[in-house]
């Protein structure tokens, strides 16, 4: 079974450590097949752009590689069986929802894991963005709030 995993971790050192060191790693282990949007557009390329001097040439190259970077996680989450989101935060991150949206337009089961104890609901009925908590609950999936719930989830959803 293939598992897109959703999250803006691999921006910052601290998240891609617990990212790679934590939570890949949790769900390799339980037999999945994880499709990982922070390793399908070539990371040699990424730093390039993220290299250039600032200017014309940078925003072009940027401007290119983020079709790229679109096109294959749109083709993986096309291709998964389910997404887990990661939505810690003040908010859930923008493309994290924006995954999450085009997930449950799919069809596809979508599991939110939220680690994070902050308050960030719109109401108090809510435990993220309630449009955001809508699309995955209507996907028959759920909202965790551990790392060792996840894999429950999962199996309750058929992976």
Same mark, same amino acid.
Request: net charge negative; with cysteine.
């Given at each position: 079974?293939?598992?897109?995993?959703?999250?803006?971790?691999?921006?910052? =050192?601290?998240?891609?450590?617990?990212?790679? *060191?934590?939570?890949?790693?949790?769900?390799?282990?339980?037999?999945?097949?994880?499709?990982?949007?922070?390793?399908?557009? %070539?990371?040699?390329?990424? /730093?390039?752009?993220?290299?250039?001097?600032?200017?014309?040439?940078k925003?072009?190259?940027?401007?290119?590689?983020?079709? =790229?970077?679109?096109?294959?996680? /749109?083709?993986?989450?096309?291709?998964?069986? /389910?997404?887990?989101?990661?939505? %810690?935060?003040?908010?859930? %991150?923008?493309?994290?929802?924006?995954?999450?949206?085009?997930?449950?337009?799919?069809?596809?089961?979508?599991?939110?894991? @939220? *680690? %994070?104890? @902050?308050?960030?609901?719109?109401?108090? *009925?809510?435990?993220?963005?309630?449009?955001?908590?809508?699309?995955?609950r209507?996907?028959?999936?759920?909202?965790?709030s =551990?790392?060792?719930?996840?894999?429950?989830?999962?199996?309750?959803?058929?992976?």
């Amino acid at each position: 079974m293939k598992l897109y995993v959703a999250s803006p971790l691999g921006f910052s =050192e601290a998240g891609r450590e617990f990212y790679n *060191g934590v939570l890949i790693p949790k769900l390799a282990a339980l037999g999945l097949e994880i499709l990982d949007p922070w390793t399908l557009t %070539d990371a040699g390329r990424i /730093a390039a752009a993220a290299g250039l001097p600032y200017g014309a040439a940078k925003r072009e190259a940027w401007r290119e590689l983020s079709v =790229e970077i679109g096109r294959n996680n /749109a083709a993986a989450i096309e291709a998964c069986d /389910a997404l887990l989101a990661v939505l %810690d935060g003040v908010d859930v %991150d923008s493309g994290t929802a924006a995954e999450i949206g085009y997930a449950a337009a799919l069809g596809k089961k979508i599991i939110g894991y @939220r *680690g %994070d104890f @902050r308050l960030a609901a719109d109401n108090e *009925g809510t435990t993220v963005n309630l449009q955001v908590e809508y699309f995955i609950r209507r996907s028959g999936g759920a909202i965790v709030s =551990e790392l060792a719930a996840i894999a429950g989830a999962l199996r309750a959803i058929g992976l």
